[in-house]
């Protein structure tokens, strides 16, 4: 299918994307069950029940809600799930793999995060073909997911994401405050105060963290890898250099919306 909406479901926000000219071409964000937005957005996007959309996540009952929702107005939402990237899908009129030429290797496939896999999925599609892609996501956690020249995924990291950082602080000390999190690249080397202590802490636990596992994963790559960056708070990035060689840095706020778009096309 060729959807005209693509959704997907995260655990902060719900993010749509509209699609046009074969791109996710704009973007709107809007918080777990919000009938109120989600019937405003229709019109400015001239929604008709024509519309075919595409949804995908890791919140189920969120999940169910808006296809709920969707059902309810008309339209005819069809699900993205793990299967798609499942290996054991051969194509005996291909003689190869999936039309999506991307499957995942991961030991238990039907756990992993879909974002993860269409984060990777939009990754592979958009590096260069002989070099491989890291997808690198800084939402609520932090994902890296890597894929060889191929297509195939081998798996990744989780971390926390900066905002789970400073409200674990919070949480768990009885004298650091919750600072909110301003996701920019941290010119400081020091603190001198106890927010900006926690700031750049979490700065350069998300830079350093992604930093020392893409190094890793360049070390073991023929040629230097594709990194593309996404998510709420990949802003920490902007400016960031790499200390591994790569063949491009890429920062994308659509790569998870634009692989639901890739992903749609080995549906029905
Ligand atoms: N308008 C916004 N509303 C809420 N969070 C925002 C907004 N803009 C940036 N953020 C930041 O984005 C983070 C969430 O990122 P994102 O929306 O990518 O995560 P998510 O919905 O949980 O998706 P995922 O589950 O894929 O990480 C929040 O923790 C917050 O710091
Ligand atoms: C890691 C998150 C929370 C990132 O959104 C999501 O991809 C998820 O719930 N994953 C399930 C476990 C896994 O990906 O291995």
Redesign the pocket.
Known sequence: MTPDVVVDV??SRIKWGWCRDGRVAEMAAFVHDDPVGWKRQLPLWNLTPSARWAVAG??PAEVRRLCDWLSSRGFEPQLITNELFFDDDWDEELDGPRSLGFVTR?D?PA??????LLNALAARDRAPDTCSAVAL?V?????LDFVEPDGTHVG?A?LPGPRLMAKSLRDYTAKLPEIAINPVLPTAVWGANTEDAIALGIANAVLGAADQMIWDWAARCAKPPWVFATGGDVGYFRGFVFTADLGGFVIDPHLTLDGIRLAARALP
């Open positions: 995260g655990n890791v919140v991961v238990e756990r992993i995060g879909t974002d993860r996501s939402g609520t956690a932090i994902t990744g989780i």
